[in-house]
T-cell receptor, first 112, second 110 residues
Framework: DAGVTQSPTHLIKTRGQQVTLRCSPK?????VSWYQQALGQGPQFIFQ???????QRGNFPDRFSGHQFPNYSSELNVNALLLGDSALYLC???????????FGSGTRLTVV | GQQVMQIPQYQHVQEGEDFTTYCNSS?????IQWYKQRPGGHPVFLIQ?????EVKKQKRLTFQFGEAKKNSSLHITATQTTDVGTYFC??????????FGKGTLLTVNP
């Protein structure tokens, strides 16, 4: 039973560039949430997707956008990268009746 | 907005000692979840509490949800080196957002 798959695992980008992160949810899960985790901090909620729509959004600027596809997989896009966007980006999936999240291993983004 | 606070930030114990981390929310929660993140890893779901005053046990771990559904605790009895990691509580509110605390980093001296 595949868990949550994220790609790439590591990424280095330059300030001002754009990045796309990908996530495949656990089998049977249709809700995908994205979190940003800075070093030594708790995960910060970016947004959640369900039925291909953004259902809830955290306090992140419009530079952060996402998408969910019919197969429930999801993408996180970040435009005009800033040094402060350097973090671990975690994707989490859950079944429709929310229980615990299953997290992927994350994408470590470094902006230089 | 909803804030979830956890204390302590760090806890170092000798193997065999007990450990407790506390979580407080600024608003009433619909549920609270606990996760464990090993160093270099990702959060792993431990448990969800939904009912006021609920207590659940998983082997040496005991989880409690406060009567007012604004606070929670995780207690580990007789810690082992395998318990090392950061323990996060995450509060679910009336929306679909799950708000994480900053976590408690537990280190265990063998």
């Amino acid at each position: 039973d595949a868990g949550v798959t994220q790609s790439p695992t590591h990424l280095i980008k330059t300030r001002g560039q754009q990045v796309t992160l990908r996530c495949s949810p656990k089998s049977g899960h249709d809700t995908v949430s994205w979190y940003q985790q800075a070093l030594g901090q708790g995960p910060q909620f970016i947004f959640q997707y369900y039925e291909e729509e953004e259902r809830q959004r955290g306090n992140f600027p419009d530079r952060f956008s996402g998408h969910q596809f019919p197969n429930y997989s999801s993408e996180l896009n970040v435009n005009a990268l800033l040094l402060g966007d350097s973090a671990l980006y975690l994707c989490a999936s859950s079944p429709r009746v929310a229980y615990g999240y299953t997290f992927g291993s994350g994408t470590r983004l470094t902006v230089v | 907005g909803q804030q979830v606070m956890q204390i302590p930030q760090y806890q170092h114990v000798q193997e065999g000692e007990d450990f407790t981390t506390y979580c407080n929310s600024s608003t009433t929660l619909s549920n609270i979840q606990w996760y464990k993140q090993r160093p270099g890893g990702h959060p792993v779901f431990l448990i969800q509490l939904v009912k006021s005053g609920e207590v659940k046990k998983q082997k040496r771990l005991t989880f409690q949800f406060g009567e007012a559904k604004k606070n929670s605790s995780l207690h580990i009895t007789a810690t082992q080196t395998t318990d090392v990691g950061t323990y996060f509580c995450a509060g679910g509110g009336s929306n679909y957002k799950l708000t994480f605390g900053k976590g408690t980093l537990l280190t265990v001296n063998p």
